[in-house]
C-alpha cells in the first residue's frame, strides 16, 4: 500500500539541502501538496517552478512559536510532519561564547522540534494519526570532536523523538527517528564532511520508506548503516519495544 500517495506533506527547511530533496522525492511517490515551511518564503519560490501549486510555501522558524504556531493553522489538511530543519556549531566548547552558542543551537534543534510536536500533534490527531518525522543525526549516537554543541542538541532531539513516539502512539501517530550520516548539504560542507559525503536523496527514499514499512529508524548513507549496525541490539532491546521491563 502506497502510504504517501495522495498525502498532504509538511516539510521545514524546505528549500534545500536535505529538505529540497524530501520535496522532491515525497511528490515524486504521489504527495498530493507538500508545504514547504521555511524562514524565508521567498526561497522555496524555485521548488513551485518545478512542481507547480503541488508546493504550497508557508513561512515557520522553529525558533518562533508563534510562527509554527500559524504555520499548523494554515495546514489543517497535513498528513505527514517532517521537521528536517535545524543548525549546526563549531564553537569549541571551552570558548567562552560557547554557552550563549548552546543556547542558541538547542533552541533550534531540541526546542524546535517540540514546538513543531506541540503544535501539528492536535492537527494529525484530526487526520487520523499520520506521522512525525524527526531528522536527527548519527551525532545524536556519538559526539564529534569540533561539533559537540550540535552532537549534544542532537542527543537530546533523538532523546525527545523517544518520548514522542511512546506518548503520539496513543493518537495513532507514526514517529520516524532519521539518522544520516556525512551528507551533501551546505550543512554538510561547514562540518568539514565534503569529500564523504553522499547524496541527500538517500535521506528523502530512507524516510519514504520507512513510512511504507512503519519503522522507527532511518539510518540511510553508508556511514549512519555503520551506526546502526553496532546500535540496532541495544534499541531493539531498550528504545524500540513498547515496554522494558526493570
Do not use: W
Request: proline share 4%; hydrophobic share 45%; charged share 20%.
Amino acid at each position: 500500500m502506497n502510504k504517501i500517495q495522495n498525502k498532504t506533506v509538511l516539510i521545514t527547511g524546505a528549500n534545500r539541502g536535505i529538505g529540497k530533496a524530501l520535496v522532491t522525492e515525497f511528490i515524486n511517490a504521489g504527495a498530493a501538496k507538500v508545504y514547504a515551511a521555511v524562514r524565508n518564503v521567498k526561497s522555496a519560490q524555485p521548488l513551485v517552478d518545478e512542481f507547480g501549486d503541488r508546493v504550497v510555501p508557508i513561512y515557520a522558524d522553529l525558533s518562533d512559536l508563534a510562527s509554527i504556531k500559524q504555520a499548523a493553522q494554515t495546514a489543517t489538511d497535513v498528513d505527514v510532519v517532517i521537521n528536517n530543519a535545524g543548525i549546526i556549531s563549531s564553537l569549541d566548547i571551552l570558548d567562552e561564547s560557547a554557552l550563549g552558542e548552546i543556547d542558541t543551537v538547542f533552541d533550534v534543534n531540541v526546542k524546535g522540534l517540540l514546538r513543531v510536536a506541540q503544535a501539528f500533534a492536535p492537527v494529525l490527531k484530526a487526520n487520523g494519526g499520520g506521522t512525525l518525522v524527526q531528522l536527527n543525526s548519527v551525532a545524536s549516537l556519538k559526539d564529534f570532536d569540533g561539533l559537540s554543541t550540535y552532537c549534544a542538541s542532537k542527543a537530546a532531539s533523538y532523546s525527545f523523538t523517544q518520548a514522542l513516539r511512546t506518548k503520539l502512539a496513543e493518537q495513532g501517530t507514526q514517529l520516524v527517528s532519521v539518522h544520516p550520516g556525512p551528507i551533501a548539504t551546505d550543512m554538510g560542507d561547514e562540518a568539514g564532511f565534503t569529500d564523504v559525503a553522499e547524496p541527500p536523496s538517500l535521506v528523502a527514499t530512507g524516510v519514504i520508506r520507512a513510512l511504507e514499512n512503519n519503522e522507527f529508524f532511518v539510518f540511510p548513507d553508508s556511514v549512519a548503516r555503520q551506526f546502526h549496525e553496532a546500535y540496532q541490539g541495544f534499541a531493539k532491546t531498550f528504545v524500540t519495544p513498547e515496554a522494558v521491563e526493570a
